[in-house]
């Protein structure tokens, strides 16, 4: 158990639908990581909060966004949702920002759009 | 651009036999590289992690890693692989804020 809790573990929705991705970081850390692993195109960054506020995006689609709120959980909302997107989404938290930032991550959420 | 490459995509290894899987980077200056390991239906999970000194660095569950900067390499061995270790291994490196990760490669463990 890494302490990185995500919710929901699963989730079935349609086509141009909305839904919101939550995750908890380890006690203490102050980063939170989205990555989207697919099969096509395997593990990919998606964007890094640091303490409230955006550090860094990746590949991140305009359709998708994410908040860091005071209390440090974070969301990722993923809108008008394509089949495309269907894929595992994972939260990463350390306790610092930076090359050398030790991420752990949560068990992810399974997201399938129909 | 910097990235890691993972050549094999499937390795099959014989229960107590030794392994080693391969991962080559393209990274200036030094590079920030780690191996991360995932179990069907698991998060992600740290194995080891390479900085800089030593280039033989020691991980979890018997694992480690050799850094060698002519190879451009970061190769995981173990030296006796049990059923358990049967999984996904993935190399990754940090450029700056993310990990950049490999394809990564799945380690079939037969009796």
């Known amino acids: 158990d890494s302490g990185v809790t995500q919710t929901p573990k699963h989730l079935i929705t349609a086509t141009g639908q909305r839904v919101t991705l939550r995750c908890s970081p380890r006690?203490?850390?102050?980063?939170v990581y989205w990555y989207q692993q697919s099969l096509d195109q395997g593990l990919q960054f998606l964007i890094q909060y640091y303490n409230g506020e955006e550090r860094a995006k990746g590949n991140i689609l305009e359709r998708f966004s994410a908040q860091q709120f005071p209390d440090l959980h974070s969301e990722l909302n993923l809108s008008s949702l394509e089949l495309g997107d269907s894929a595992l989404y994972f939260c990463?938290?350390?306790?610092?920002?930076?090359?050398?930032?030790?991420?752990?991550f949560g068990p992810g959420t399974r997201l399938t759009v129909l | 651009a910097q990235s890691v490459t993972q050549p094999d995509i499937h390795i099959t290894v014989s229960e107590g036999a030794s392994l080693e899987l391969r991962c080559n980077y393209s990274?200036?200056?030094?590079?920030?590289l780690f191996w991360y390991v995932q179990s069907p239906g698991q998060g992600l999970q740290l194995l080891l992690k390479?900085?800089?000194?030593?280039?033989l660095v020691q991980g979890i569950k018997g694992f480690e890693a050799e850094f060698k900067r002519s190879q451009s390499s970061f190769n995981l061995r173990k030296p006796s692989v049990h059923w358990s270790d049967a999984a996904e291994y993935f190399c990754?490196?940090?450029?700056?804020?993310?990990?950049?990760f490999g394809k990564g490669t799945s380690l079939l463990v037969t009796p």
């Open positions: 990463a938290s350390s306790a610092s920002s930076g090359r050398a930032s030790e991420q752990f």
């Open positions: 990754a490196g940090n450029s700056g804020y993310a990990l950049n």
């Open positions: 990274y200036g200056a030094t590079p920030y």
């Open positions: 006690s203490g850390d102050l980063s």
């Open positions: 390479y900085f800089s000194g030593d280039t």
